[in-house]
């Protein structure tokens, strides 16, 4: 049996789910949805949300600082702002990075 393609739409990662669980794509479509809520929802948490086997999803705020415009080379304040971070856990980097 020849091995399958890994999916790379959101499509083929939804038919991917549902041949797995033996559910409909239409299920799997809304087990997905949920999820991302769940992950959507728990980020705005000041501890964020764990994602079990593949990281944590984290609201963290980067202080104002002084940068370089690369074009010019004059001196610019970059000001405070509020971004999402992933980071990935120890069971994901190895099951990415093993041999």
Do not use: H, W
Not at 43 to 58: F, R
Not at 60 to 80: D, L
């Amino acid at each position: 049996m020849a091995k399958k393609a890994t999916p790379k739409t959101k499509s083929e990662i939804m038919a991917a789910i549902a041949e797995a669980a033996e559910i409909s794509k239409k299920q799997a479509v809304a087990a997905y949805e949920k999820l991302l809520n769940i992950a959507y929802a728990g980020a705005k948490d000041p501890k964020g949300i764990m994602l079990p086997g593949l990281g944590k999803l984290i609201k963290v705020k980067r202080p104002a600082r002084m940068g370089r415009n690369p074009a010019t080379g004059a001196t610019i304040k970059i000001p405070a702002k509020t971004v999402a971070k992933f980071r990935l856990a120890k069971a994901a980097k190895d099951a990415v990075l093993s041999k």
